[in-house]
């Protein structure tokens, strides 16, 4: 959309809460009026995106004016509205006391794996490489990953979850606009570099047991 900021609206507990975010929470290419899922308290969470803007102001005004509407329309004026200086958390809930923030999961890829909504924020889609790593850490583990491979051919280790793996290829196939060769070859080194790591660990772990 080109736009810093957007206006969604969330659903949970029968409960109606508004909130603004920044575009990379959630997929570039979603367009007002679509939906998308994000996790709460493991419990799936339907997001609508109401609007988007460079204005964040503008985008407060509009929270203004649906708890003035919603208001009106249930007749009670006493609905609760709370506010932050921060785009990615600034929002308006009603009913909602708990912030979804806290334990908010990002839904990806077509099998719908999930990633904390704040290490999903903090990767860096300019560079596939590290976007690759951070993303692999975040779902599996340095330990997964040492002990697994993509494959799992010809090997003592374990075969990575392909349900999973099938989400990381195209989250980042879809974002960093890369092929699913070059995902398949980081994925492969990534595994290997955590393996080698690991070893090294516990050689030295050996030497100074011995």
């Known amino acids: 959309m080109g736009h810093k900021h957007m206006l969604v609206k969330c659903v949970y507990n029968s409960s109606t809460y508004f909130q603004i975010i920044e575009p990379c ?17 493991s419990r799936r969470v339907s997001c609508n995106i109401i609007t ?21 329309k249930t007749q009670n004026p006493n609905i609760s509205v709370a506010s932050t ?7 308006i809930q009603m009913g909602l006391s708990t ?12 099998n719908g794996s999930t990633i904390s909504t704040a290490k999903m924020t903090r990767i860096d889609w300019d560079n596939y490489r590290v976007a690759a790593r951070d993303l692999l850490l975040a779902v599996f583990s340095p330990e997964v990953l040492a002990t697994h491979t993509l ?4 090997s003592s280790r374990q075969r990575l979850d392909p349900i999973v793996v099938e989400d990381v290829i195209y989250i980042l196939c879809y974002k960093c606009n890369v092929s ?21 660990q516990l050689g030295r772990v050996n030497d100074e047991n011995t």
């Open 151 to 154: 494959l799992g051919r010809n």
């Open 85 to 91: 200086s921060s785009a990615s958390t600034s929002y």
């Open 25 to 41: 929470q959630i997929f570039d290419s979603l367009k007002p009026g679509e939906q998308y899922y994000t996790y709460y308290n």
């Open 52 to 72: 988007s803007s460079n204005d964040l102001d503008e985008l407060k005004d509009e929270m203004s004016n649906i708890r003035v509407q919603n208001a009106l």
């Open 180 to 200: 699913r060769e070059e995902v398949f070859d980081t994925i492969k080194r990534r595994c290997f570099q955590e393996y080698t790591k690991n070893q090294l």
């Open 99 to 110: 912030k979804l923030d806290e334990n908010q999961m990002f839904v990806f890829g077509p």
